[in-house]
């Protein structure tokens, strides 16, 4: 199941999100340089929004997960759309990264945004858990949205050329019976790191059958996951525009090309004086 996310049931009561997120990490990583503890932290949020964004329902619609901390990685984010496209990028330092996420994180907020298209976006954030990102992701949705959640991350592409990265969110529905939540548990005590699931089973059903023996999942449809940033020319003209006059007058003033980069894939965009003053006259 390379590079999709499965959309799966359990017991009828029970959604289940599976995702190989392998090649849209591997593209973050490269565009941000990150390395080491920076890679998996990455990594782990990129496949989290992936996971978040499978539970919208229209393909517009928006899902972003952020880190802001105190650690030598400072901020992290990544917005995904039910779509399967996701970008994502992070900003750290790299001279006093440590060994793990939740040390190089250390304290700091992990923030949600829904946007549905119409009106201003749902937003919710706590308190980092334990910084290692699927945890607290857990206990976003326990506590900011009283959903009964397991989600597991996993990544390996730092330590392995043929590495993986993924992960997988399950939540309850009110109606799940004790039965059910007791076998569930059962699984998931005994469930293997998502990597290792990834590497041994390409079919969804094989891979989830793995996962939730008892449970039988049914999978019902699975989406490509792709790095797709969604920048253009068109996009920065806009922000040059909203920059307001005075700063676009600024800029034409010192008679240069001026660059407009992508911050999440480095695409950089060239404007030159008679662009400006094309600009300008559409500026408020």
Known sequence: ??????????????????ADTTQACREAVRIH???????????????????????????????????????????????????GDVKALIDFDKENLSETVS?????????????????????????????????????????SEQTPTSCALGEDIETKSDGRAGGFL???????????????????????PVCELLEQYEDPKE??????????????FEKDV???????REKAEQALISAGKDNLNEMISEDRDFPVVCPYCNTKYMFGKD??????SEAK
């Open 33 to 83: 340089d990150a390395g080491g503890s920076a890679s998996d932290t990455l990594c782990r949020v990129l496949t989290g929004a992936v996971l978040g964004a499978s539970l919208m329902k229209n393909d517009d619609d928006l899902f972003t997960l952020s880190v802001n901390s105190e650690g030598a990685i400072t901020y992290v984010t990544a917005t995904a759309a039910p779509s």
């Open 103 to 143: 040390k190089s994180i250390g304290e700091g907020t992990l923030n949600i945004a829904r946007e549905l298209g119409v009106g201003e976006p749902y937003r919710g954030s706590i308190p980092l858990y334990t910084g290692e990102i699927a945890e607290d992701i857990t206990a976003y949705f326990a506590y």
């Open 207 to 220: 891979l989830l059958t793995a996962l939730l023996p008892g449970l039988r999942p049914e999978v019902y």
């Open 275 to 280: 662009e400006l003053e094309r600009l300008l």
């Open 170 to 192: 399950i939540q309850l529905m009110p109606d799940t019976t004790e039965e059910t939540i007791t076998a569930l548990e059962q699984d998931l005590a005994k469930s293997r």
């Open 1 to 18: 199941m390379e590079n999709k996310i499965v959309y799966a049931s359990a017991a009828d009561t029970i959604v289940v999100r599976f």
């Open 226 to 232: 792709r790095f797709n940033c969604g920048c253009s």
